[in-house]
């Protein structure tokens, strides 16, 4: 018999993506799911689109809760969940046929406690048709060694617990969609529910106490849309400034593994902060002096954080051009910042 997977889905007004979603987690060639969508405070049509889903697929469950933010709706199934594994899926999202199956089986087979793929960005219908279609199928495929030669194609790369942080959560690989977790490893851990950006990527850093071997696929079964409405794309709030937050909780907690990451750390402060700032420019003149103590902050902390020479050599192209005008002449680069991204809509 087949080991359970869990997969839980945090849902917040999400009535015209969430079918499909599910659609896509059900259609998975690995059939032993159970589905828990939490419905977090909608208030659309979400109530009805679950209890619809919840006739279709006897697999899905449903868990309510009254607005309490993404950390809490994936703590509550966290604790509900009864399979032997767990994968996070976004209520917008979809997942690619055999994306859990061929998790799994790296998991299995590396004895690892996280396995995890990469994702395609997508925006329309016809966009995920095409991912879809040029899926190969591993099983059924009349080509002698065909089967043999995409299995070794998504073969991963494993890790230990430290080349996890260094290769791939300070790399960019910080999103806890897209993987599967053994949830014995997982046990308490939890997600921290006063964050609302960034919290998923402390949750990989606060695994990995508990973290012996982890596989990546490069292999893209996970299907990211690009929501114009989503969190990353909405208004600069104050709560934005989580993403900061986080990577300075990150930090404690890093240094303690190993005090010579501070580098590497720290770039990804001055990226976070200067994400944010990027936030702020594009309010109205108006708007930015609303905010203009947060900006302020935000200075301050970049003033903490881009002190050492040595740290610039981790930064994202261009960046280092940026917090140096940033330093020098904040208003000058919130206008020009401004003013560019005005021209690219």
């Known amino acids: ?58 697999e899905l469950y449903i868990i309510t809760l009254p607005d309490l933010g993404v950390a809490a709706a994936r703590n509550r199934a966290l604790d509900q969940a009864k399979g032997e594994y ?97 949830k014995s490893a997982i046990g308490n851990v939890r997600f921290r529910e006063e964050l609302t950006i960034g919290e998923d990527m402390l949750f990989l850093v606060d695994l990995l106490p508990h973290i012996r071997n982890a596989v990546e696929l490069e292999y893209a079964g996970y299907g990211y849309y690009q929501n114009p409405k989503g969190l990353m794309r909405r208004p600069f709030k104050p709560s934005y400034m989580d993403q900061i937050k986080c990577w300075e909780l990150a930090k404690e907690e890093i240094l303690r593994v190993d005090a010579s990451l501070e580098s590497r750390v720290n770039a990804r402060l001055m990226t976070a902060i200067m994400l944010t700032v990027g936030k702020i420019a594009l309010l109205s003149g108006k708007g930015r002096r609303e905010v203009k103590d947060y900006l302020m902050i935000c200075r301050e902390k970049l003033s903490l954080y881009s002190s050492r020479r040595e740290d610039y050599t981790y930064l994202p192209a261009g960046y280092g051009i940026k917090i140096r005008l940033f330093t020098k002449m904040p208003g000058l680069y919130m206008l020009l910042y401004h003013g560019l991204q005005m021209m690219k809509r």
């Not at 994702?119 to 043999?148: C, H, L, N, Q």
């Not at 194609?153 to 977790?181: E, P, V």
């Open 1 to 58: 018999m087949k080991e359970l997977i869990s997969v839980i889905v945090p849902v917040h007004n999400g009535q015209d993506y969430l079918e499909k979603c599910i659609d896509s987690i059900a259609a998975q060639t690995y059939d032993s799911l159970e589905i828990i969508v939490v419905n977090d405070g909608s208030t659309d049509n979400t109530a009805q689109v679950c209890e619809n889903l919840q006739k279709k697929y006897a």
């Open 86 to 182: 767990v994968t996070f899926v976004d209520a917008d999202d979809r997942l690619c046929p055999d994306m859990l199956e061929q998790l799994y089986h790296n998991l299995k087979d590396t004895d690892s406690d996280v396995a995890g793929c990469r994702f395609t960005a997508w925006s329309t219908e016809d966009e995920w048709k095409r991912i879809v279609d040029r899926e190969p199928e591993a099983e059924g495929t009349e080509a002698a060694g065909i089967s043999d030669i995409i299995l070794n194609m998504r073969a991963g790369k494993q890790f230990d617990s430290y080349h996890y942080l260094t290769d791939n959560i300070l790399q960019d690989n910080c999103r806890c969609w897209s993987k599967l977790y053994r």
